[in-house]
């Protein structure tokens, strides 16, 4: 018989010198994410009141033609959504909230694993959270420690 391979990737920490070179692009996309979510919550909103709407007309109704259109632009934009976000993931970074633009770097800090943690708007890594206490738990970051050569 024979033996499967795995098929879980190593996951990949970063430093937090690492996870700040990331920045410039994981901005971008984060910023992708948090305005295509505003979109995707905008259009559920819409087709759901046009649900609503729905209900009290009769079924033959010409607003049938526009929900199906509402349907249709939902789920191109969901797909859009999920692209930001697969995206994200590919670079080895967990999107944890995509309003505010919320990112989690995976990292190793005293030998287990935590997030280094950033949000849009932030101009760096500053801080970092266990992985079960999410951005409620977050703490700051010590200051990097300056050795003699680099004064």
Not at 22 to 31: D, F, H, Q
Not at 123 to 145: D, I, M, N, Y
Request: contains cysteine.
């Amino acid at each position: 018989m024979a033996q499967l391979k795995s098929v879980a990737a190593k996951p990949r920490y970063f430093t937090v010198e690492e996870a700040n070179r990331a920045l410039p692009l994981v901005r971008a996309i984060a910023g992708d994410i948090a305005r295509q979510t505003r979109t995707v919550i905008d259009l559920r909103e819409r087709l759901a009141s046009l649900h609503r709407d729905q209900r009290r007309r009769p079924a033959a109704d010409l607003y049938s033609e526009e929900l199906a259109q509402f349907q249709q632009e939902l789920e191109s934009e969901e797909a859009k959504l999920q692209t930001y976000l697969e995206e994200l993931e590919g670079l080895g970074v967990v999107p944890n909230g995509p309003l505010e633009g919320l990112c989690d770097f995976p990292s190793l800090r005293d030998g287990r694993e935590v997030y280094l943690c950033w949000k849009l708007g932030e101009p760096e890594v500053l801080h970092w959270h266990e992985k079960s206490a999410g951005f409620a738990g977050r703490q700051p970051l010590t200051a990097p420690r300056t050795s003699p050569r680099s004064r």
